[in-house]
């Protein structure tokens, strides 16, 4: 197996403490797996999160190819189809929150990028 990429978790303890704080009011702070101390230095709304999360997860499932990837481009742009117009994002711009969402479940070790690619493939985290 290839050598991780920088951005695959885990983040430490307090990372995950802040995040139960930050859950408890309804946001979810998002980790950064490169960032001293895991954190990226803000929140976003846990509806949000969650459907950006369930997105990401969504496409590594039912939309990779053949080798389990899926290209981030891809995953972007099909989270802009899809919920553009929905109530959670009345400016209609999704970009910043599935790509924030992705660098976040690559630090919780949920997905991972495949090393190397370019441009960047996506599949469900693999434990070595």
């Known amino acids: 197996m290839p050598e991780r990429d920088p951005h ?5 303890q307090p990372a995950w403490d802040a995040d139960a704080e930050a859950r408890e009011r309804g946001r979810v702070e998002i980790f950064n797996a490169t960032r001293p101390g895991g954190l990226d230095g803000w929140t ?3 509806a ?3 459907l950006m999360r369930a997105h990401i997860l969504e496409m590594l499932d039912d939309e990779c190819d053949d080798d389990g990837t899926v290209l981030l481009k891809d995953v972007v742009a099909a989270a802009q189809d899809r919920y553009s117009t929905h109530e959670l ?3 209609g711009r999704t970009r910043n929150y599935c790509t924030y969402t992705k660098v976040d479940l690559e630090a919780r ?3 991972e990028r495949l090393p190397g690619s370019s441009p960047q493939r996506l599949t469900r985290w693999r434990p070595d």
């Open 44 to 46: 976003m709304g846990l």
């Open 48 to 50: 949000q999160y969650e």
């Open 109 to 111: 070790c949920e997905i």
């Open 89 to 91: 994002f009345p400016k």
């Open 8 to 12: 695959a978790g885990p983040v430490p």
